[in-house]
C-alpha cells in the first residue's frame, strides 16, 4: 500500500506533464541548435591544431557533444525546483503535510513521471541528430560498458534530483530562489561538462573536478560510454559518484527537516 500511493502519483504526474508534451518537443528541438555552433567552433579549433587534443578528434568530439545531448535530456530536471518552491511558497504543501505520505517521495514519483514524457517526447528530434551524425558514432563492444554508463546515468538523475530538491528547499527562508538556482546551474554548465570535455583540462584541474558533484551529473556516464574511464579510474568514478548520491539524498531530507521546523502554514 505504501508503494500503491506513489504510483498514483506518478499517474497522475504523467497525466498532467503529457499535457506540455508539444513545449517540450519546440525545447528540445531548439536546444539542439547550440550544437550547430558548438559543430562549427571545433571544426575550426581541429583545423587550426591540424592534430587530436587529449585523446579526442573532430569525430570524437562531436559524438562526446551528441551524448551530452542525450544523457541531459535524460537526466535533467525540468522546472521541479520552481514547482517545488511554488508549493512552498503559495502553502500549497499544507494538503500534503496531513497525509501519510512523503513530500520528497511525492515529488520524486512526479520527477520519474516528467523524465519519461520528456524522454518519450524529446527522444525523436534527438534521434534525427543523431541519424544525421551517424558516421561519428561508435558503439562500445564491452556489454558491460553499457551496464556500467546506464547505471552512472541512473545516479547521474537522482543526484540532479536531490540537489535540485535541497535548492528547492531555500524557499523556506527566502522568497525568490532563482538567484541561488542560477548561480548552482552555471556551475553544473561549466563544470559538469556541458561546455567542455572535463579531462581535456589540466591534470591538477581535473583531479579536483573528480571529487566535485557536477563532475557525476553528466560527464561521468559520457566518458564509461566513451571508454575513457575504465578499470580502476571506473571503479572510483562509480563509487564516488554512489557517495554524493547518498550525500544529496541525505541533503534533501536534512533541508526538509530544517524547512518545517521554520515553515509558516500560509495560503494553501
Known amino acids: 500500500m505504501k508503494v500503491d500511493k506513489y504510483v498514483s502519483v506518478f499517474n497522475i504526474g504523467l497525466q498532467n506533464t503529457f499535457v506540455y508534451r508539444w513545449n517540450y518537443f519546440l525545447r528540445a528541438l531548439f536546444g539542439l541548435i547550440p550544437l550547430a555552433g558548438t559543430v562549427f567552433l571545433w571544426r575550426a579549433i581541429f583545423k587550426e591544431r591540424g592534430g587530436g587534443l587529449h585523446g579526442y578528434d573532430y569525430s ?51 520527477f520519474l513521471s516528467g ?24 558503439l562500445p563492444r564491452d556489454p558491460l560498458t553499457y551496464l556500467f554508463a546506464t547505471l552512472s546515468i541512473l545516479m547521474a538523475a537522482f543526484i540532479q534530483f536531490f540537489i535540485t530538491y535541497s535548492l528547492a528547499m531555500m524557499a523556506f527562508w527566502v522568497l ?34 573528480k571529487w566535485l558533484p557536477f563532475y557525476y551529473e553528466l560527464f561521468c556516464p559520457v ?21 554524493w548520491l547518498l550525500l544529496a539524498w541525505a541533503s534533501a531530507n536534512a533541508m526538509w527537516r530544517r524547512g518545517l521546523g521554520h515553515y509558516q502554514a500560509v495560503g494553501g
Not at 514547482?83 to 520528497?104: C, F, H, V, W
Not at 523524465?115 to 561508435?138: D, E, K, N, Q, S
Not at 538567484?179 to 581535456?200: A, C, H, R
Open 176 to 209: 525568490e530562489i532563482s538567484t541561488i538556482v542560477f548561480i548552482v546551474y552555471s556551475f553544473e554548465y561549466f563544470l559538469g561538462g556541458q561546455m567542455f570535455p572535463i579531462d581535456i583540462m589540466p591534470a591538477g584541474i581535473q583531479a579536483v573536478m
Open 223 to 243: 566518458a564509461i560510454f566513451l571508454g575513457r574511464l575504465k578499470g580502476p579510474d571506473l571503479v572510483q568514478a562509480l563509487l564516488i559518484q554512489t557517495g
Open 60 to 110: 570524437s568530439m562531436i559524438y562526446y557533444y551528441l551524448l551530452t545531448i542525450l544523457v541531459s535530456n535524460l537526466v535533467t530536471p525540468t522546472e521541479d525546483e520552481w514547482q517545488i518552491a511554488a508549493d512552498i511558497r503559495e502553502g500549497q504543501i499544507n494538503a500534503l503535510l496531513t497525509k501519510p505520505m512523503s513530500y520528497l517521495g511525492y515529488r520524486f514519483s512526479i
Open 115 to 138: 523524465r519519461l514524457v520528456y524522454t518519450f517526447v524529446t527522444l525523436p528530434p534527438i534521434a534525427l541528430i543523431f541519424f544525421y551524425f551517424r558516421g561519428y558514432i561508435v
